[in-house]
């Protein structure tokens, strides 16, 4: 059996589905298969696409993309983080925290954390306690000229 795991990530797009849902009685899941099915059967995808590049809508979904280099989310993450620390060595804040000022999940702000941290970009120092502000910095090497 051949599998496709899918997962939303847009808080906007996640709302209208669950709405959509909501609205015909169904879970947002069999919403979302039904579309794709439609879609496919009676051969719409062009007709749906109307020529735009699937990539423009939904540009973080891509799965392949060159060893090393920084990403759109882990851009805007250490943006976020450079502008959270505004000259600053070290600043205080929880997974909890950055993804509420990110608008993303908090799975995905720590996914994204925990990559830039293991290339060395950043610097997380636990506080000890679960769900506790942890301190953050950037990597003393790191610069924004580097993108490997």
Sequence with gaps: M???????????????VEGEAQRLSCDPRQ???AILSVVFKDEMVDGVLDGDDPKRFAPHYAQS????????????????????LAGAETISFSY?????????????????????MSRG????????????????ALAPAFSWGDES
């Design 2 to 16: 051949n599998v496709i795991n899918l997962r939303l990530q847009s808080k906007a797009l996640i709302q209208r």
């Design 96 to 116: 909890k925290t950055a993804a509420a000022e990110l608008g993303w999940s908090v799975p995905d702000t720590g996914r994204v954390a925990r990559t830039l």
């Design 121 to 136: 970009e950043i610097v997380m120092t636990r506080s000890g306690k679960r769900n506790h502000p942890s301190s953050w």
């Design 65 to 84: 993309k060159p060893c090393g280099v920084r990403g759109a989310r882990q851009t805007k993450f250490l943006e976020w983080l450079t502008a959270k």
């Design 31 to 33: 919403l979302a298969v």
